[in-house]
């Protein structure tokens, strides 16, 4: 049985703890609905730059978390922050008896970190510039690319590190304003598993976030492109090119999601058995980085398939993609497969059940999007999942209406676009 309380304070603010027996040790942090899918044009990447400036210790105007930050760091508490498209998080790992200075320090954060030096802005400034200039140099942006191809360069299509000369220009008053609109209790939902007292610790957490004000938060209506499309990049005179077919694909919470994880690892694992990785470099030698992946958000999703290769081997990778695209269509999947990636998934959640940051994150996300889940019921999801299924999800995924391309280098982007066809 996988015990799950769910409650919300008089404020607005959703409390979800999982008591797991006889462990000594707690993870809790705060989700807030606040990323880049909220942002405007002008606003790109400054909810990044708010996490920033947030979880800083340097923070003056705040003696009080910086005071707590530090205890529990003495403790050996583990802390960490992210921003993701839809929800910024600020999480806590350790010992059980750490759980109440915990929850005070997130209590600081998320109620009392709201204004900020000038100096520290333009430090932290600095930092997150130099991140965003390191994602920007790399192949590694080419998910973020492929979901923007997909979704357009809105919503969940906006990049979550955002455009440099937002984060250069940002003023007090924009990091105060979005702070002021979407931190607040109805927009956050706070998280705490592992060896816990429920009563106990929902005392605490009243004692700590009763005083957070029930405030209006920023009215927001999602937007997307009404079809795909293309992103495409010429990047100098560089020698390789990244490349992503992409499809879109229902949300977190539908139903056809776990089908979905399973036929990214079977297609395009990194691992040497899946079939890409066969196809394109063990076989003929044409790329050494081949990867899919699978991005899943409240109302929607994505899945991407990719491949760093020479330039001029652009045009035959492609091809091999749309050909395993149009097999699997006719043919389906082998039992041998799909038990074996099956079995990659059951370990990797049995192993996030034994890890008390993997199941806040996956509690996190999940009750974000509104709904509970547990890890039990995902291993159950797996286990569900047969050829049949698969197969349907496959016919309704891999057409060319759901279909979008990424390119990152120098190709001929129109020859590309003419392979992209699925019979």
Same mark, same amino acid.
């Given at each position: 049985?996988?015990?799950?309380?769910?409650?919300?304070?008089?404020?607005?603010?959703?409390?979800?703890?999982?008591?797991?027996?006889?462990?000594?040790?707690?993870?809790?942090?705060?989700?807030?609905?606040?990323?880049?899918?909220?942002?405007?044009?002008?606003?790109?990447?400054?909810?990044?730059?708010?996490?920033?400036?947030?979880?800083?210790?340097?923070?003056?105007?705040?003696?009080?978390?910086?005071?707590?930050?530090?205890?529990?760091?003495?403790?050996?508490?583990?802390?960490?922050?992210?921003?993701?498209?839809?929800?910024?998080?600020?999480?806590?790992?350790?010992?059980?008896?750490?759980?109440?200075?915990?929850?005070?320090?997130?209590?600081?954060?998320?109620?009392?970190?709201?204004?900020?030096?000038?100096?520290?802005?333009?430090?932290?400034?600095? =930092?997150?510039?130099?991140?965003?200039?390191?994602?920007?140099?790399?192949?590694?942006?080419?998910?973020?690319?492929?979901?923007?191809?997909?979704?357009?360069?809105?919503?969940?299509?906006?990049?979550?590190?955002?455009?440099?000369?937002?984060?250069?220009?940002?003023?007090?008053?924009?990091?105060?304003?979005?702070?002021?609109?979407?931190?607040?209790?109805?927009?956050?939902?706070?998280?705490?598993?592992?060896?816990?007292?429920?009563?106990?610790?929902?005392?605490?957490?009243?004692?700590?976030?009763?005083?957070?004000?029930?405030?209006?938060?920023?009215?927001?209506?999602?937007?997307?492109?009404?079809?795909?499309?293309?992103?495409?990049?010429?990047?100098?005179?560089?020698?390789?090119?990244?490349?992503?077919?992409?499809?879109?694909?229902?949300?977190?919470?539908?139903?056809?999601?776990?089908?979905?994880?399973?036929?990214?690892?079977?297609?395009?694992?990194?691992?040497?058995?899946?079939?890409? =990785?066969?196809?394109?470099?063990?076989?003929?030698?044409?790329?050494?980085?081949?990867?899919?992946?699978?991005?899943?958000?409240?109302?929607?999703?994505?899945?991407?398939?990719?491949?760093?290769?020479?330039?001029?081997?652009?045009?035959?990778?492609?091809?091999?993609?749309?050909?395993?695209?149009?097999?699997?269509?006719?043919?389906?999947?082998?039992?041998?497969?799909?038990?074996?990636?099956?079995?990659?998934?059951?370990?990797?959640?049995?192993?996030? !059940?034994?890890?008390?940051?993997?199941?806040?994150?996956?509690?996190?996300?999940?009750?974000?999007?509104?709904?509970?889940?547990?890890?039990?019921?995902?291993?159950?999801?797996?286990?569900?999942?047969?050829?049949?299924?698969?197969?349907?999800?496959?016919?309704?995924?891999?057409?060319?209406?759901?279909?979008? !391309?990424?390119?990152?280098?120098?190709?001929?982007?129109?020859?590309?676009?003419?392979?992209?066809?699925?019979?």
């Amino acid at each position: 049985m996988y015990d799950i309380l769910n409650v919300y304070l008089e404020n607005g603010l959703r409390v979800i703890m999982h008591k797991i027996p006889y462990v000594r040790t707690m993870a809790c942090g705060i989700w807030v609905k606040q990323g880049s899918k909220y942002e405007n044009d002008d606003e790109n990447g400054l909810s990044h730059l708010v996490e920033h400036l947030m979880i800083n210790i340097e923070n003056d105007s705040n003696q009080r978390f910086k005071k707590l930050i530090n205890e529990v760091s003495s403790e050996g508490i583990v802390y960490n922050a992210g921003t993701t498209k839809e929800t910024t998080s600020y999480y806590f790992t350790g010992l059980s008896n750490m759980l109440e200075k915990c929850i005070e320090t997130i209590s600081t954060i998320a109620i009392d970190n709201k204004t900020f030096a000038n100096e520290l802005l333009e430090n932290e400034k600095k =930092v997150v510039s130099q991140e965003t200039i390191s994602f920007y140099s790399s192949f590694n942006q080419i998910k973020e690319r492929t979901s923007q191809a997909l979704w357009g360069n809105m919503g969940v299509g906006k990049i979550i590190v955002g455009n440099l000369e937002n984060i250069n220009n940002a003023k007090i008053s924009d990091i105060e304003n979005i702070i002021k609109n979407s931190y607040t209790p109805e927009n956050s939902t706070l998280v705490v598993v592992g060896g816990i007292e429920y009563q106990k610790t929902l005392d605490t957490i009243e004692e700590n976030f009763s005083r957070w004000k029930d405030t209006q938060t920023r009215k927001y209506k999602e937007i997307v492109d009404s079809e795909p499309g293309i992103y495409f990049n010429s990047a100098g005179s560089g020698k390789s090119t990244a490349i992503s077919i992409g499809f879109r694909t229902p949300s977190y919470m539908d139903a056809e999601r776990t089908n979905i994880d399973i036929i990214a690892k079977i297609l395009g694992d990194t691992s040497l058995e899946s079939r890409l =990785v066969q196809e394109i470099r063990m076989k003929r030698g044409l790329a050494y980085s081949i990867g899919a992946f699978t991005s899943f958000y409240e109302k929607r999703g994505t899945i991407g398939f990719t491949a760093v290769c020479a330039s001029e081997s652009v045009n035959e990778v492609v091809k091999i993609m749309m050909d395993e695209f149009h097999k699997v269509k006719v043919e389906g999947f082998t039992d041998k497969e799909i038990n074996r990636v099956k079995k990659v998934l059951e370990t990797r959640t049995l192993l996030d !059940l034994d890890d008390l940051t993997s199941q806040l994150k996956f509690l996190g996300k999940c009750t974000s999007n509104g709904q509970l889940f547990s890890l039990e019921q995902e291993i159950r999801n797996i286990k569900k999942s047969n050829s049949e299924s698969l197969h349907k999800t496959v016919q309704d995924m891999f057409v060319e209406e759901k279909m979008g !391309l990424a390119a990152i280098g120098n190709c001929d982007v129109d020859q590309v676009i003419s392979l992209l066809k699925l019979n």
